[in-house]
């Protein structure tokens, strides 16, 4: 059998109950075209659920023996609009401990992904400052360390977050450390701040930038593997 709630209705002006009197109504059903209160329709035990969470009306509702759609007149729209569901007290307790162990639940979930995004985290930076220290070996242990967790920010879209960042090419890995070279061993934020183009700028520091880069790659050697002494 198909189950047909009875509609109670918020009246848009005051309006008195036609059996028992009382009025003004917050809420009313219509019989006969004449308003009755709630309780007098016998529906004056039930609790207002206002609309809005989903979960909490379906299961406030499947646990209502007995329950009713609340609707309110919207004169612009020329229609009624559902503001919510009268149900049982029971029921909706019963709804509400239903979803705080769902919410408990999904919180419990966040927090475990949180942990294993976490310790993937930790993999990629920790990899990328193993691959740092590989291909620069005199590189300050660190700036190392302060280039990788830099480039492998999640969600920033720098060099360890990037495919080839992540497969530690060695192209990928070089290019964290000359930004981080650019950056911080040369003038090159100043001279933007000056004015400077941003391909002038980093062609006026690009030399510094592979002294740098030659220094920590090969340290005291000429980058042939001979004694620069």
Known sequence: MDLVAPVVVEPLRGRRCSECRQGPLQRMIVEFNAPVCLDCADLGHLVFLPRGDTALTRRARENSALWAVVVRHNRRRTRYE????????????????????????????RARDAERRAVRDAGITA??????????????AERAREVA??????????????????ALDPGAVTAAVRASV????????????????????????????????????????????RDRG
């Open 127 to 140: 990899a990328l400052e193993a691959e740092i220290l590989r291909l620069f070996p005199s590189i300050p």
């Open 182 to 225: 650019r950056h911080v061993d040369t003038p090159y934020d100043t001279l933007l701040m000056g004015g400077v183009p941003r391909h002038q700028a980093r062609t006026r520091v690009a030399p510094a930038i592979e002294a740098v880069l030659r220094a920590w790659r090969y340290g005291g050697q000429d980058g042939h593997g």
């Open 149 to 166: 967790v830099h480039a492998s920010v999640k969600g920033s879209g720098r060099v360890g977050r990037t495919a080839a960042g992540r």
């Open 82 to 109: 559902r503001q919510g569901l009268l149900v049982e007290e029971e029921a909706l307790a019963r709804a509400e401990a239903a979803c705080l162990a769902d919410a408990e639940a999904r919180a419990r979930r």
